[in-house]
């Protein structure tokens, strides 16, 4: 198994730009979770879905974040407009029974 | 809401020696799930080892351990026989006993090995 894949691992764009992170969960997996890293915050759940469907996206931190799930096999969170309070590392991960947690490698993001 | 308290930001310990890494939680909730991650300069999130609520026998996994005080809501991590690939960030989770919960990470402890 390739794990849960992360794409692209570095992004880096302008303020104003639109975003768009990709992950691939572990096949069988029905839960996703979409979490952001900084210094300041630590780790922050953004979003998770389970079976495709959201369950929580109260850590989206407003409008400019949406994210996507349209199918058991991929998922994006998108940032439109960007802005550089946006640099992060953002990490998907995915889980079968909540027992167990599987991360991606993260994408780090850097808006200029 | 349930909270993960790590009150030490960074520790250190020399080579061979055992450390212990602090974590403490809060939540009414009688089932649930802890989790020590290690995170190193890599930045890939791996997981260390993993307790349930309702097993009173600590969790072990070769060199690492817990100490889980369910009453006092503490839950630590020790490492025996530090090497030098431990030097990493650690951070503490919890997770409800509902099936597909959120993580809910501390806020970590950066841990150095020194040779």
């Known amino acids: 198994d390739a794990g849960v894949i992360q794409s692209p691992r570095h992004e880096v764009t302008e303020m104003g730009q639109e975003v768009t992170l990709r992950c691939k969960p572990i096949?069988?997996?029905?839960?996703l979770f979409w979490y952001r890293q900084t210094m300041m915050r630590g780790l922050e759940l953004l979003i998770y879905?389970?079976?495709?469907?959201?369950?929580?996206d109260s850590g989206m931190p407003e409008d400019r974040f949406s994210a996507k799930m349209p199918n058991a096999s991929f998922s994006t969170l998108k940032i439109q407009p960007s802005e550089p309070r946006d640099s992060a590392v953002y990490f998907c991960?995915?889980?079968?029974?909540?027992?167990?947690?599987?991360f991606g490698s993260g994408t780090r993001l850097t808006v200029v | 809401a349930q909270t993960v308290t790590q009150s030490q930001p960074e520790m250190s310990v020399q080579e061979a020696e055992t450390v212990t890494l602090s974590c403490t939680y809060d939540?009414?909730?009688?089932?649930?799930?802890l989790f020590w991650y290690k995170q190193p300069p890599s930045r890939q999130m791996i997981l260390v080892i993993r307790?349930?609520?309702?097993?009173?026998q600590n969790a072990t996994e070769n060199r690492f351990s817990v100490n889980f005080q369910k009453a006092a809501k503490s839950f630590s991590l020790k490492i025996s026989d530090s090497q030098l690939g431990d030097a990493a960030m650690y951070f503490c989770?919890?997770?409800?006993?509902?099936?597909?919960?959120?993580?809910?990470f501390g806020q970590g402890t950066e841990l150095s090995v020194k040779p």
């Open positions: 991960a995915s889980s079968s029974t909540g027992y167990g947690y599987t």
């Open positions: 096949s069988g997996h029905n839960s």
């Open positions: 879905f389970n079976n495709n469907v959201p369950i929580d």
């Open positions: 939540t009414s909730e009688s089932d649930y799930y």
């Open positions: 307790q349930e609520a309702y097993k009173q």
């Open positions: 989770a919890y997770r409800s006993g509902n099936q597909g919960g959120k993580l809910i």
